[in-house]
Nanobody
């Protein structure tokens, strides 16, 4: 059974750091590009960061550049999003996604991150 399970979300204050993780199972995630998306209330889902299959190519949304870091551990089949200097506008449900060139596209259930003082 294909699964992507996010963990590590929660509440934080502005300026804090938080890391969310995404554990993959049921498929060979080493052959997949991985992405983090987020969706804030009343807004469309947006791409936050992405990383290619071997972890060498990374890309970030302008709104998080310099603050967020994406990484993956293929041995553990896990992806991470390290979020530093959090802002209230980072409040959203964060989703992990795995996709490959064959058209396979998997999503996690999402995890809430709330940034407020």
């Amino acid at each position: 059974q294909v699964q992507l399970v996010e963990s590590g979300g929660g509440s934080a204050q502005p300026g804090d750091s938080l890391t969310v993780s995404c554990a993959a199972s049921g498929f060979n995630c080493r052959r997949y590009g991985l992405r983090w998306y987020r969706q804030a209330p009343g807004k469309q889902r947006e791409l936050v960061a992405r990383i290619n299959s071997n972890g060498e190519v990374k890309d970030f949304a302008d709104s998080v550049k310099g603050r967020f870091t994406i990484s993956r551990d293929n041995a553990k089949e896990t992806m991470y999003l390290q979020m530093n200097n959090l802002r209230p506008e980072d409040t959203a449900v964060y989703y992990c996604n795995a996709a490959n060139y064959a058209g396979n596209d998997y999503w996690g259930q999402g995890i809430q991150v709330t940034v407020s003082s």
